[in-house]
């Protein structure tokens, strides 16, 4: 089942309530920030804040491994990061406003790319339409 999709979304802060459909089944998962700024250290999260590693995983499901390496790669996995010579963006440098239709997939405004459960979910939509070449 792919986790990503209709959001209802509160701050980074907030937990939030993400709906993903799979043919005529739904699920419903809440998600919740991880007190203080515990980082995890294997080689699988490179470093990243458990925060952002959850919400890949939920959104990335087996592919996770995969996506927070690139996520370390890009950003260094902070949701603030922007490229000074372009208009990559967020956890995973999506371009703004070049991946809107992304971000509206997954009920969120490209203008949100600094939200990691915004950021992180467009990501994963765009990975699961055109697979690993955006990031190539």
């Given at each position: 089942?792919?986790?990503?999709?209709?959001r209802?979304?509160?701050?980074?802060?907030?937990?939030?309530?993400?709906?993903?459909?799979?043919?005529?089944?739904?699920?419903?998962?809440?998600?919740?920030?991880?007190?203080?700024?515990?980082?995890?250290?294997t080689p699988?999260?490179?470093?990243?804040?458990?925060?952002?590693?959850?919400?890949?995983?939920?959104?990335?499901?087996?592919s996770?491994?995969?996506?927070?390496?690139?996520?370390?790669?890009?950003?260094?996995?902070?949701?603030?990061?922007?490229?000074?010579?372009?208009?990559?963006?967020?956890?995973?440098?999506?371009?703004?406003?070049l991946?809107?239709?992304?971000?509206?997939?997954?009920?969120c405004?490209w203008?949100?790319?600094?939200?990691?459960?915004?950021?992180?979910?467009?990501?994963?939509?765009?990975?699961?339409?055109?697979?690993?070449?955006?990031?190539?």
């Open positions: 089942m792919l986790l990503y999709g209709m209802t979304i509160k701050e980074h802060t907030r937990p939030i309530k993400l709906l993903a459909l799979t043919g005529v089944m739904a699920a419903c998962l809440v998600l919740t920030p991880m007190a203080g700024n515990a980082q995890a250290s699988a999260t490179r470093g990243c804040p458990a925060a952002i590693v959850r919400i890949i995983q939920a959104d990335f499901g087996r996770a491994s995969w996506a927070v390496g690139i996520a370390w790669r890009e950003s260094r996995c902070q949701p603030s990061a922007a490229n000074k010579r372009s208009s990559a963006r967020g956890v995973f440098q999506l371009l703004v406003p991946h809107a239709r992304q971000y509206a997939a997954v009920g405004s203008r949100q790319w600094a939200n990691p459960y915004c950021n992180i979910a467009a990501a994963a939509h765009l990975f699961h339409e055109q697979g690993t070449r955006p990031w190539r």
